[in-house]
């Protein structure tokens, strides 16, 4: 099969899509498939022998004059799209999904003349310009990891403000996404939780939704023997997210003995941003370790090794790579049940605990619990990897995903063409 895989953001370290869409087209090239990845920058890092296609970006929004005049080329900022990029980013609209399908649909007459795709795969972008893609011939898949609904969601809790609420709301292209979504041929996502809230988002029923568990690479993400325990417990993830719950973990933390430790993995944590604000406010100043730097995958796996228990107080996670990585790696998690997390952890006990969201006294007496019996606590790390190796691997997923556009590709040519 000839698939194009679109991620508007390539890059593995700009959060869960930039791993989904390596992963996907390292499989689906290992398959005897010929993949094609057209991605926005940053760029991902591809497996050797999978092309890449680059759709330029400006990256204008957030940035102020005079830095967004400082280029090469100033007057290209006049071309029709780039002066469109440029005006709606003024007033906080986030226009890099609408510009990326735009600039790949004036890109598309010619690279399908090369390449003739059978089938596109879209990660997330929902944007007009794949109805014109599908409007030309070429059926259009899109995985939605997770609504954008739910992030606004969060953010409206942390700061109820009217501005805030106007800011928010013209950032996430909901809308449009809402219409794109309606009118593709196929859309997947990645768990039961995810399909259940694109019904009540986007109104598509869930039975016509396909769920495919992501991946987790199992020989990258593993024990370490050997490794000396620095920390208690792990958090990996963005912590300015509001929805990856850290405001209750810190809250837990400090009604934990003062001798239990957390270490933080986050490469972007301002000096004015939450976590610090919450280590003061908490008295935890000591007992929190951050590593503010962007980790090289290897350096991520050995942090997992480090600790004794993650956490992972998420209020919502589509799939969850922080848990499915950290139970690679041997590691009993302690997870909110919320979201896919029940999916991911399992219910029975046996990989870790699940706790009500928001609830840091219940977080707190998970934590003791685990903590509390080591050799129970390796246990269900032990039956952690267990899961992830049998319900998360990438080559499932990948093959998953070919009956699935299969399944699209028959219906397309069933389906009426133009009279």
Known sequence: MRIALLTYRGNMYCGGQGIYAAHLAREWQLAGHQVHVIAGPPLPALAEGIPLHEIPNLNLFGVRWPEWARRERPLGLLSPLNLWELGVSRFGVFPEM??????????????????????????QCLAWGLLGIRAAGTPVVSVIHHPLHIDREADFAIDPAFLKKLKRTLYFPLLMQRIVARRLDKIVTVSEASRREI???????????????????SELFRPIPGTPKQTDLLFVGRTEDRKKGIGTLLEALAKLPREITLKIVDGRIPDDGLVMRLIRRHRLEGRVVLHRRMLELPELVAEYSTARAAVVPSFFEGFGFPASEAMACGLPVIANAAGALPEVVGTDGKAGRLVPPRDAEALAAAIRDVLADPERADAMGRAARARALRLFQWRDAAARLIDVFEETLRAAHRRPGPS
């Open 98 to 123: 609408q510009t990326f399908a735009l600039r790949l649909l004036l890109r598309w007459r010619a690279l399908q003349a090369r390449h003739r795709f059978d089938i596109v795969f879209d990660n």
């Open 199 to 217: 019904e009540r988002y986007f109104g598509i029923p869930e039975k016509s939704v396909a769920v495919v568990y992501n991946g987790t690479d």
